[in-house]
């Protein structure tokens, strides 16, 4: 089969990463801080009652992202078009600007919710949004540096 490492598909790859990345992230993020260490709600400007609404449509859109980062995936291997290591590198850049852009506009700007609600806020926004950062610059990394991947060859049915 011909390889197809054109630009389109090039793009492809990272965003499916992108969207998977977001979606997981969201995901992890209203899991562990929303659910189970119960630090915020997605929105903590109203009631315990709309917290919990804004959490569920936080999760709702978590997986929407994750869905369509899935279909994009399973397209590219159908067409033998999967550059895994591009993939990879479009996660992470979809978690990191996620982590980013909740540090930054929703936890500051907005400030529709705060990382925890402690006297020290400070040390958890920096740990949070340094993390991003770092999260962000190896997804980028990894996308300009893999321009040249080869596709991921998918198992021919038996």
């Known amino acids: 089969m011909k390889q ?3 630009k389109n598909t090039r793009h492809r790859n990272v965003w499916s990463g992108f969207l998977f990345g977001i979606g997981l992230i969201a995901f992890v993020d209203e899991a562990v801080f929303h659910q189970l260490l ?7 400007k109203s009631t315990t009652d709309i917290g919990l609404i804004s959490d569920g ?10 869905i ?9 291997r159908r067409k033998n078009s999967l550059l895994l290591r591009r993939w990879i590198g479009g996660v992470l850049l979809g978690i ?16 529709i919710h705060q990382i925890r609600y402690v006297e020290n806020v400070v040390i958890y926004d920096i740990v949070w949004n340094m993390s991003a950062l770092i999260i962000l610059f190896i997804g980028l990394y990894l996308i300009y540096r893999v321009k040249n991947d080869n596709p991921v060859k998918r198992d021919s049915p038996k």
Do not use: E, P, V
């Open 68 to 76: 369509a980062g899935l279909f994009l995936f399973a397209d590219l």
């Open 38 to 44: 119960r630090w915020h709600h997605f929105y903590d």
């Open 96 to 111: 990191g600007m996620f982590q980013l852009y909740d540090g930054i506009i929703q936890h500051k700007w907005m400030r």
């Open 57 to 66: 449509l936080f999760h709702a859109f978590s997986w929407f992202a994750t």
């Open 4 to 6: 197809n490492n054109n």
